[in-house]
């Protein structure tokens, strides 16, 4: 959960929220942070979590699952369980949130391993920055960085291009086809901004959780993130956040 407003569970609120779906969001992880950098972070109790999860789905049926900041292995082990428990066919995207994009961590080594060991097998799609790419990838050519995440057994992996440079954004989508995809949209102003990289993946989510193939929901979500740039909000001394509050034409 981000205090500032910019980024985490908030932006998916909105972002789902602006796109016709419904959220149910559990929170994982508080943070202090600002729109410059995280400055410290504390887990939720995974049980608590456990509880939660379990109530929602007595009562709403689930269409897609996303995740972001998990805060430790312990809920990555409770989601798991969850996940489990639900078919095989519910879309899951993980945006294997590491850092921030000022640079503060936000996840350790026990909880890297535990999203590539029990999350990522069973996500329809990963969605990691570059940065995030090269470590979970182990490489720092992407081409690689994805084939060895397909390799260990990803279902397909989205590499954002957000926090690049150039005067496009290119999003490359990496799964078991001969070729990658890629979509390209014009990059808005020279900076980076606080929680695009939430606001996509979370439009993705939504996208499949109407029934959208992966490709369709891929193309949407990322025309929506580039019309919330263009309306970026200055809220704080730091980066820019996306006015998720548009009117989105569905």
């Known amino acids: 959960m981000d205090p500032s407003g910019g980024a985490g569970i908030q932006a998916d609120i909105q972002a789902i929220t602006s796109l016709g779906g419904h ?36 009562d709403i049926t689930i269409h897609a699952v996303k995740t972001g900041a998990l805060g430790n292995a312990a809920i990555v082990a409770v989601l798991k369980d969850f996940l489990d428990s639900q078919d095989d066919e519910l879309p899951l ?22 999203m590539k060991d029990k999350l990522f097998p069973r996500a329809e799609m990963i969605t990691p920055n570059g940065e995030e790419l090269t470590q979970l990838g182990g490489s720092d050519d992407a081409d690689q960085a994805a084939l060895n995440l397909l390799q260990a ?32 949209v014009e990059r808005v102003g020279s900076n980076e901004y606080h929680g695009t990289g939430c606001t996509l993946a979370a439009a993705i989510a939504t996208g499949m959780a109407s029934g959208l193939s992966a490709r369709a929901s891929i193309s949407q979500a990322q025309n929506y993130v580039h019309r919330t740039l263009l309306h970026a909000l200055s809220v704080g001394q730091g980066q820019r956040i996306p006015d998720r509050g548009i009117l989105w034409e569905r």
Request: glycine residues 10%; charged residues 15%.
């Open 23 to 58: 959220p149910l969001p559990v929170v994982t992880c508080l943070t202090v942070q600002d729109t410059h950098n995280v400055y410290g972070a504390e887990a939720v109790d995974a049980q608590l979590i456990r509880q939660q999860l379990q109530c929602l789905d007595k």
């Open 93 to 114: 995207i993980v945006d294997p949130v590491i850092k921030a994009a000022g640079g503060g961590d936000l996840a350790d080594d026990e909880l890297v391993q535990a």
């Open 153 to 184: 057994g990803c279902r397909s992996v989205l590499a954002t291009g957000g926090h690049g440079t150039g005067i496009h954004i290119t999003n490359t989508l990496y799964n078991h086809s001969p070729e990658p995809m890629h979509w390209e």
